[in-house]
C-alpha cells in the first residue's frame, strides 16, 4: 500500500470543507450569509471572554454569570437542569450558542457556510491573538478584577498584530489601523456588490456577444 503524505490528506480535508461551505452559501442571500457570519464571530469573542476567565477563576464569576443572562438567556439555566459536568462552560456555551441562536442555517443546511465566513472574519483571529496572551498574561499573575466583556472587546478590535506574523490575515490586521470602520465596511459592502454585478453579467451573457435589452411584445 502507497503511504499517504499526511499533509496533503489535511490539504485535501481542507478543500473539501471549503467546497462543501461554498456550495451552502448558494443556498442562502449573500446579505442574510454575512449577517449571520458576523454574528458567529461576535459570539466568538465572547466565548473567548468566558473561557480566559472560567480557566483561571475558581468558580464563575458574577460579571460572566450576568453577561450570559443578558446575552444567552435559557443557558444558565439550561446548565442547571442538565448538570453538564463534564463540559467546560465555555464549550457548552458554544454548542447551546450553535444550537439555539443557528438554528435556522443548520436547518437550512447553509450553516457550514457560516462558519466558513465567520473564521475569514478578523475579529476572529484577533480575538484569539487576544485570548493567547491573556491568558500567557494571567498565568504569571491573575487579574485583580475581570475584564467586562465590553473592556474585552475594545482590546479584541485594538489588537493589530497577531500571534503569528507575517501571513495574509496578520497583514489585514495591521492594516486595519489605518483606516476607519465605517469606511472599511462600505468599501467592502461596493467591492462585494460591483463583484456580484460582474459574475451575474458573465453568468447570463454568451462569450463575444453583446447584452442585448430584453423585449416584450
Not at 476567565?53 to 450576568?66: D, F, M, Y
Amino acid at each position: 500500500m502507497t503511504k499517504r503524505d499526511p499533509a496533503n490528506l489535511v490539504l485535501n480535508v481542507r478543500r473539501d470543507r471549503k467546497q462543501e461551505a461554498l456550495q451552502g452559501a448558494l443556498l442562502v442571500p449573500w446579505g442574510q450569509l454575512a449577517e449571520g457570519a458576523a454574528a458567529f464571530a461576535e459570539w466568538h469573542m465572547i466565548i473567548l471572554w468566558v473561557r480566559v476567565i472560567t480557566e483561571t477563576a475558581a468558580q464563575l464569576p458574577q460579571i460572566v454569570r450576568s453577561a450570559l443572562q443578558s446575552r444567552g438567556p435559557g443557558f444558565l439555566e439550561s446548565q442547571s437542569r442538565e448538570q453538564v459536568d463534564t463540559l467546560p462552560i465555555w464549550k457548552s456555551l458554544e454548542e447551546w450558542v450553535t444550537v439555539n441562536c443557528f438554528a435556522r442555517a443548520r436547518a437550512e443546511g447553509w450553516f457550514d457556510a457560516l462558519m466558513y465566513y465567520a473564521y475569514k472574519d478578523l475579529r476572529t483571529e484577533q480575538a484569539w491573538t487576544t485570548w493567547e496572551r491573556t491568558k500567557a498574561d494571567w498565568r504569571q499573575a491573575a487579574p485583580v478584577r475581570w475584564p467586562t466583556l465590553e473592556q474585552w472587546t475594545s482590546e479584541v478590535l485594538a489588537t493589530r498584530s497577531l500571534a503569528h506574523p507575517g501571513t495574509e490575515k496578520a497583514r489585514a490586521v495591521h492594516a486595519l489601523g489605518a483606516v476607519e470602520a465605517p469606511r472599511l465596511n462600505k468599501a467592502v459592502t461596493d467591492l462585494l456588490e460591483s463583484r456580484a454585478l460582474a459574475l451575474w453579467v458573465d453568468a447570463v451573457s454568451e462569450p463575444g456577444q453583446p447584452l442585448h435589452e430584453e423585449r416584450s411584445d
